[in-house]
């Protein structure tokens, strides 16, 4: 196999890994965020003002790192919040601004 090969192979093996890590993430914030939803959770795309939001996405990061810190690993709900208000934060600035 030649190196260009090789170099496509690898590039085309990284884009496998890449679209399997984002789709099993969404499915992961799909699942929370209907969990949420059946305990009255609701707003999230037009209701609660974007500054609260990107408020609770702040901290929750900030929460994240410092569990990181703290015990070498974060909880799994709060890495889930986390990709959860920032998916809420880009589907507001894409369907308001087509960011």
């Known amino acids: 196999m030649k190196l260009d090969e ?3 192979l690898n590039k ?3 884009f496998d890994k890449i679209d399997k ?3 099993e ?3 992961v ?3 929370r965020m209907k969990q949420k939803y059946v305990e009255g959770y609701r707003g999230w795309d037009e209701q ?3 500054e609260y939001i990107c408020k609770e996405l702040r901290d929750d990061a900030c929460d994240l790192v410092k569990m990181h810190a703290s015990y070498g690993y974060p909880t799994v709900c709060k890495d889930i919040d986390v990709g959860a208000r920032a998916m809420m934060v ?3 600035a894409w369907y308001s601004y087509g960011c």
């Open 48 to 50: 609660y003002p974007i």
């Open 25 to 27: 993430f969404a499915a």
């Open 29 to 31: 914030i799909k699942y």
């Open 90 to 92: 880009w589907y507001r």
């Open 12 to 14: 085309m093996e990284e």
């Open 21 to 23: 890590a984002v789709d």
């Open 6 to 8: 090789m170099k496509e």
